[in-house]
C-alpha cells in the first residue's frame, strides 16, 4: 500500500475526476506521476454511515475509461471463466481478496460488510475498476487480474504516463474550497 496525504487541492481533483464530491476519503492510494490521484483509499463506511466495501476507488478519468472499455468488451466473463479452469490463477485470486480485506480492517471492520472484498472477490470477476485500483493501489502481483487488466489498457491508458488535461494538485487552495470535504471521517 503506498497511501499519501490528501490534500485540499487533491479534494479539487476528485470534484472535477468524479464530477460530484468525493466521499469518505482517507488517503491518496495511487497517483498519477504528474501528482494527481488516480485511485483513492476509502473508509469502509461513508460519513452518511452507509457501508463501503470498495476502500480503493479508481477516479482518474482516462484509466476508468480504459478499463470500461475492456468490460464492455467482455473480459470480464473470459476471466470469470479462467477462474474455474485455473487454480493458480483461482489461489492467487483468492489471496488478493485475503489482502484487500486486511488492509480494508486496517481501517475498521464493518459489520454489515465483514468478509466481502470488492469486484467479485474471491470467486467472481464484477468490476475491473476495483481489481486495477487494487493492483494500482498494492502494486503488481497483489490482484492477478488487477494487474492483467492494467497490461489489457496498456495501449490507452498507463500508470507511467499523465494524460491529465488539468494539473492542479500541487497549488495551495483556499479551505473555504473544500468546506463540504468530510475529510474521510465515518
Known amino acids: 500500500m503506498n497511501d499519501t496525504p490528501v490534500s485540499a487541492a487533491d479534494i479539487l481533483v476528485l470534484r472535477v475526476q468524479l464530477g460530484r464530491p468525493p466521499r469518505g476519503v482517507v488517503a491518496i492510494a495511487a497517483r498519477c506521476v504528474c501528482g494527481n490521484p488516480t485511485v483513492v483509499h476509502t473508509a469502509p463506511r461513508l460519513p452518511d454511515g452507509?457501508?463501503?466495501?470498495?476502500?480503493?476507488?479508481?477516479?482518474?478519468?482516462?484509466?476508468?475509461?480504459?478499463?470500461?472499455?475492456?468490460?464492455?468488451?467482455?473480459?470480464?466473463?473470459?476471466?470469470?471463466?479462467?477462474?474455474?479452469?485455473?487454480?493458480?490463477?483461482?489461489?492467487?485470486?483468492?489471496?488478493?481478496?485475503?489482502?484487500?480485506?486486511?488492509?480494508?480492517?486496517?481501517?475498521?471492520?464493518?459489520?454489515?460488510?465483514?468478509?466481502?472484498?470488492?469486484?467479485?472477490?474471491?470467486?467472481?470477476?464484477?468490476?475491473?475498476h476495483v481489481l486495477v485500483g487494487h493492483s494500482l493501489a498494492s502494486g503488481l502481483g497483489v490482484n492477478p487480474l488487477g494487474d492483467e487488466a492494467l497490461t489489457l489498457i496498456a495501449h490507452q491508458w498507463r500508470p507511467d504516463r499523465c494524460t491529465c488535461g488539468v494539473i492542479v494538485a500541487d497549488v495551495d487552495v483556499d479551505a473555504d474550497a473544500v468546506a463540504d470535504f468530510d475529510g474521510g471521517k465515518p
Do not use: W
Request: proline share 5%; with cysteine; hydrophobic share 35%.
Open 50 to 128: 452507509t457501508p463501503f466495501p470498495t476502500q480503493y476507488y479508481l477516479t482518474h478519468p482516462d484509466a476508468v475509461s480504459a478499463v470500461s472499455t475492456l468490460e464492455a468488451n467482455g473480459v470480464m466473463k473470459t476471466m470469470q471463466e479462467r477462474l474455474g479452469v485455473d487454480g493458480d490463477l483461482a489461489g492467487a485470486y483468492r489471496a488478493a481478496h485475503e489482502s484487500y480485506l486486511a488492509e480494508r480492517y486496517a481501517l475498521g471492520d464493518v459489520e454489515e460488510i465483514h468478509g466481502i472484498s470488492a469486484g467479485g472477490m474471491p470467486d467472481r470477476v464484477k468490476c475491473l
